[in-house]
């Protein structure tokens, strides 16, 4: 199998997409605008990335939802409106204090709600805490990983809402790894990506 990455063409997604440093952990890049010529079975893992405009990927929803039928796993990051391509989301957002570490001894309440996750075996609470967009309230049963100061969950695996997985967060390492802004999403993707195709893409493979 194999991991397949809506590439919607901005800055940041070509150097988190393209650029060597992360290049290897995709195997197709394609336009949201040409998702309709793809085989979404072929692909272990379709992987969106942060800010990829919703209006772009919402006539494909019913594709990436036969997809999630047939047991695929949906990877999406921040700050990109699920609710209009896929199923099961509700988003609140909220405003984000940019500049909270400023602050000695501030805290942004990022915490880790499932520990013993294989995710955690890479990724530390520090890999996490950058700022926030906003919270999910997902539908009972899903697997929160990480939540916010108000326990919120900002991270989750949703494997209730179809017969495929879908893995959803309001954290946006892709925008902010390309524009060279807070290193943490660097730390992030060093690790998420890794364990993304390890554990998503060769658990299909084995």
């Not at 893992?45 to 772009?56: E, M």
Request: hydrophobic share 40%; glycine share 8%; charged share 20%.
């Amino acid at each position: 199998m194999s991991i397949l990455a809506i590439h919607p063409g901005a800055y940041y997604h070509i150097e988190t997409l393209e650029a060597p440093r992360y290049a290897h952990h995709f195997d197709l890049l394609v336009r949201p605008e040409d998702l309709a010529s793809v085989d979404l079975a072929e692909h272990a893992v379709v992987f969106i990335p942060c800010r990829t405009p919703a209006d772009r990927l919402a006539p494909h929803a019913a594709q990436l939802r036969a997809y999630l039928d047939q047991g695929g796993t949906i990877v999406s990051t921040g700050e990109t409106n699920w609710e209009v391509f896929l199923p099961g989301i509700a988003f609140t957002p909220q405003p984000t204090n940019w500049w909270w570490w400023l602050t000695p001894g501030a805290d942004l309440g990022v915490r880790i709600a499932a520990p013993g996750h294989t995710l955690f075996n890479r990724l530390g609470q520090e890999d996490l805490t950058w700022h926030l967009h906003g919270w999910f309230d997902p539908p009972d049963g899903v697997d929160v990983l990480a939540v916010n100061g108000e326990g919120k969950p900002i991270l989750y695996v949703d494997e209730v809402t179809t017969p495929g997985r879908m893995i959803i967060t309001s954290l946006d390492p892709c925008f902010h790894h390309g524009s060279h802004f807070m290193p943490a999403t660097t730390r992030f993707l060093d690790s998420f990506l890794p364990w993304m195709r390890e554990e998503l893409d060769g658990a299909r493979t084995k």
